[in-house]
């Protein structure tokens, strides 16, 4: 089929075939097409407000040994650390005098935190009136139900990749079959479920990424991260090339056509690609933006890939930057929670 009859299509009734999907990643030459319907899509599902989530980076203490990652286990050259449970609840007191709705917390995976730590900061964020998603990586069902309970709204736990052999070598001690048990008993619980990919990793096809958009599909779920995998120099992916910004967007917009009212960041590692990176992600499909709460020098601390953004500003700094160009594009701050709105599509 002609590209524009796919984009017509995925605009028209939200679903693709793996070939559609990988046709239109193939082809360049209607990108601006795609990131138009995209842009209708998610204006006429999810309207034109912005929803910011304050991320609080708690701790960058890892026990896991992602090939991609700078905070992996193996890299002797981070200093660790970990916040007190009242700097991280401090910290979301300051999120809400921005006005964000939302924390995230986010970490390396540990057992750095007791769960009666993680219930004591949930329970109390909570009590601020604050959303809460969590991203702190595998937990037994038990644990995710234990935070659940204690408050917590939405989990965020990215697939990485659909393709199990890249999956198998980037993720050593780790499988591919406990991610996806996570999924499902974070969705059986309640919580609004977050999943992405990395795009661009070592030996990931276009068919890989088509795979992908059609499990976030499959899944049904509520968020979809995703940005270009950066190759960091301490990590065993030193010498890969990385994803480049122009299929980043393009999964995202995909993925926007496909799932219509899901939320979707306009990442931080877009951004570091390109310097009008989040505006461009937010007129080709995404809804929100995740700006970084953390304090000082912490922010220096939880280096994922080098050039992150944002490292050097102060959190008020960063909400007065990402509003002015939110605003300057004719989108507004919401002031609601910003879950996905109820009605389900297309089922
Ligand atoms: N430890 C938790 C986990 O893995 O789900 C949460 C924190 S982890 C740092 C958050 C995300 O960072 C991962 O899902 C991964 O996609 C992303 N990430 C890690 N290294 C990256 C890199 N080199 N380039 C781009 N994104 C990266
Ligand atoms: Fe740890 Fe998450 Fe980084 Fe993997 S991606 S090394 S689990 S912080
Ligand atoms: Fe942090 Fe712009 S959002 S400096």
């Known amino acids: 089929a002609k590209i524009v009859d796919i984009i017509n299509k995925a605009e028209t009734i939200h679903s693709l075939t793996k070939e559609e999907i990988v046709d239109l990643l193939r082809c360049d030459e209607y990108d601006q097409q795609l990131f138009l319907a995209a842009d209708r899509v ?4 999810v309207g034109d407000q912005v929803h910011l989530r304050g991320l609080i980076e708690f701790s960058n203490i890892c026990q896991q040994n992602c090939f991609y990652c700078g905070l992996r286990k193996e890299n002797t050259k981070v200093k660790r650390y970990k916040l007190t449970p009242d700097t991280i609840i401090d910290l979301a007191n300051k999120a809400k005098s921005y006005n964000y709705k939302t924390v995230v917390l986010q970490s390396g995976e540990s057992q750095s935190y007791t769960v009666a730590d993680m219930q004591y900061i949930i329970k109390s964020i909570k009590a601020l009136g604050l959303a809460i998603t969590l991203s702190l990586g595998e937990k037994s069902r038990d644990e995710y139900q234990i935070y659940k309970e204690a408050g917590a709204d939405r989990y965020l736990l990215r697939i990485e990749t659909t393709n199990p052999k890249i999956y198998k070598e980037l993720h050593p001690g780790m499988s591919f079959e406990n991610r996806l048990r996570c999924l499902r008993d974070l969705k059986d619980l309640g919580y609004e479920l977050g999943t992405g990919c990395l795009v661009g990793l070592p030996n990931q096809t276009m068919e890989c990424l088509a795979d992908d958009i059609l499990f976030f599909k499959s899944l049904d779920a509520d968020m979809i991260g995703l940005g270009p995998f950066i190759p960091n120099a301490d990590t065993p992916l030193a010498q890969e090339r990385g994803g480049t910004f122009n299929t980043s967007i393009k999964v995202m917009a995909i993925t926007r056509l496909l799932l219509p009212d ?6 931080t590692a877009m951004e570091t690609l390109d310097k009008n990176g989040r505006i461009i992600a937010l007129q080709s499909g995404a809804n929100v933006v995740m700006p970084n709460v953390t304090e000082g020098e912490y922010r220096k601390m939880y280096m994922l890939y080098p050039g992150k953004i944002c490292v050097n500003d102060t959190p008020k700094h960063c909400v007065g930057c990402i ?19 109820k009605q389900k599509i297309n089922k």
């Not at 899901?262 to 990442?267: E, F, L, W, Y």
């Open 42 to 45: 998610r204006s006429q599902y």
């Open 323 to 341: 509003t002015g160009k939110i605003q300057g594009i004719g989108r507004h701050i919401s002031t609601e929670f910003g879950f996905r709105p």
């Open 262 to 267: 899901a939320n979707i960041p306009a990442t």
